[in-house]
């Protein structure tokens, strides 16, 4: 395969000449080193050796703007929001402002406002075309609702109402609740996303019982192949030192103590957050910060038994003399 290719600068343009090339001299492509072709950052892909350009033009996807900041890109930009998958419809439909104004911000008059509100008012009935569609509008909400009360991050959601998808296609919903089984994928992309949540604190802001979250997701893990690891219990230790207004530094001993306990095979069937808060039970006495049993206990959301008896486990497994 031939083409005519251009030379990237002056300098290898006259090594050509003295060579008896011309500018727009047929390369033969076939005869190139792979490893010596480079694509640019303007999607150039160039011969190395002999700087010849070997594909140019490349379609630039972007804007034909430019900003340089982030109110410069929002006032040039002219599309809408991305695609996402916490909405039914993934945000494809339009919607009607709930504001009152015109294009040019003038109030519009009371005939026209009355006029706005029955189309604001039939856009929404006409978003969801049957009862599956409402069911997944009620599920996607559901999780959007749990997920601004634990607080976790937009990705979490996004999971969240994959997981709930797939749930759905494969046919999973039927005999179960929409809140059960929206409950159960939150608790799921929680956990995917490595910043997990307790059942307790899930069921807190959940409308469904602890026991039926548990049993949904472990029923909707094994049918949509979740592969889930167990949880980190380092991963409680930042946010419950963080409600315990505990230092750096006793955080850093509870990690510690997790880790050397752990490798001794003391994790193994123990809950996470009763793992965790045990060990800042003991890093905060070791620390000199102490903490009741009881303090601990309600910020983990567990109880004061699970403390004491994982606490012991710890201290016999550090060496350490209480």
């Not at 294009?103 to 005939?111: D, L, M």
């Not at 979490?156 to 929206?182: F, P, Q, T």
Request: some cysteine.
């Amino acid at each position: 395969m031939t083409r005519p290719t251009r030379q990237r600068d002056d300098r290898t343009r006259w090594q050509g000449e003295e060579e008896g090339e011309t500018e727009d001299a047929d390369v033969d492509l076939d005869d190139l080193d792979p490893e010596d072709l480079v694509r640019t950052a303007d999607g150039e892909l160039i011969h190395e050796e002999t700087g010849l350009i070997i594909e140019e033009e490349q379609i630039d996807p972007g804007p034909e703007w430019r900003a340089f900041n982030h109110q410069e890109r929002q006032e040039k930009s002219r599309v809408g929001a991305p695609t996402t998958q916490t909405m039914h419809d993934k945000g494809l439909t339009t919607t009607i402002d709930w504001k009152d104004k015109d294009a040019y911000g003038r109030s519009i008059s009371s005939r026209k406002r009355s006029q706005m509100h029955r189309l604001r008012k039939w856009q929404e009935r006409i978003r969801t075309k049957d009862a599956g569609e409402r069911n997944l509008q009620f599920a996607l909400s559901e999780i959007d609702r749990m997920a601004s009360a634990l607080g976790v991050p937009r990705s979490v959601r996004e999971v969240a109402s994959v997981i709930y998808r797939r749930a759905l296609n494969e046919d999973l919903i039927r005999g179960r609740s929409i809140e059960g089984v929206a409950t159960a994928a939150l608790y799921a992309a929680c956990r995917k996303e490595g910043i997990p949540r307790s059942l307790e604190e899930i069921s807190e802001v959940s409308r469904v019982e602890r026991k039926e979250i548990g049993r949904t997701y472990r029923y909707i893990s094994q049918e949509l192949g979740l592969e889930m690891k167990p949880v980190d219990p380092k991963k409680y230790v930042p946010r419950f030192c963080s409600e315990l207004e505990l230092s750096e530094e006793v955080q850093s001993k509870a990690n510690e103590i997790i880790e050397t306990t752990a490798e001794k095979g003391l994790l193994s069937g123990k809950s996470p957050t009763g793992y965790a808060a045990a060990a800042i039970y003991a890093a905060s006495l070791l620390c000199n910060e102490k903490k009741t049993q009881r303090e601990v206990a309600d910020v983990a959301q567990v109880t004061e038994v699970t403390i004491r008896n994982r606490y012991q486990e710890q201290i016999e497994a550090m060496g350490i003399h209480s």
